[in-house]
């Protein structure tokens, strides 16, 4: 078990509870096709989830019927106009297609990706110095660089 559902030949389960009828159950999730489950303990909830795994592959195979298999790879994400822009403008600062920088973004999600970046900022200072009989006033150019380091969140790497 990971967390919060149960795993069992690339099917997931959910580990839902009723307060009112106290049991435990679930259901194969990212499937079409609708198959509960319940159990009293969490242990027999677990036991019940692989036994509908396998009673639904199964039953599949004695009619005939390919099992739906949970997440094709292909899937609809909403989001506000602007974040799709700037995510748009982004992969192609990059050279990738928007589902190429979609899936990299989520892979470095996934796994928990960070990335250290140094940026540099150069500044030009001027200081001028003229002497008269009354005061001085000197002139000079130098160059200041610096450098820190930034923990991004979300790095994307191609």
């Excluded at 242990?43 to 997440?71: H, I, M, Q, R, W």
């Excluded at 500044?123 to 005061?135: D, G, L, M, P, Y």
Aim: glycine share 6%; aromatic share 8%.
């Amino acid at each position: 078990m990971k967390d919060k559902v149960f795993e069992h030949k690339g099917y997931a389960g959910s580990i839902d509870f009723s307060l009112e009828d106290k049991i435990l159950h679930g259901k194969i999730l990212f499937i079409d096709d609708l198959v509960n489950y319940e159990g009293e303990t969490l242990d027999a909830l677990n036991s019940a989830f692989v036994e509908a795994v396998e009673f639904y592959l199964a039953t599949c195979a004695e009619e005939g019927v390919a099992p739906d298999k949970p997440c094709s790879g292909v899937f609809n994400v909403r989001v506000p106009r602007d974040l799709h822009k700037q995510a748009q403008m982004e992969a192609a600062r990059r050279g990738l297609t928007l589902n190429e920088f979609v899936r990299i973004s989520i892979e470095n999600e996934v796994n928990g990706a960070r990335s250290v970046t140094i940026h540099n900022h150069e500044h030009t200072h001027t200081h001028s110095h003229v002497e008269s009989a009354e005061f001085a006033v000197t002139t000079s150019t130098y160059k200041e660089i610096s450098k820190w380091k930034h923990e991004a969140e979300k790095p994307l790497e191609h």
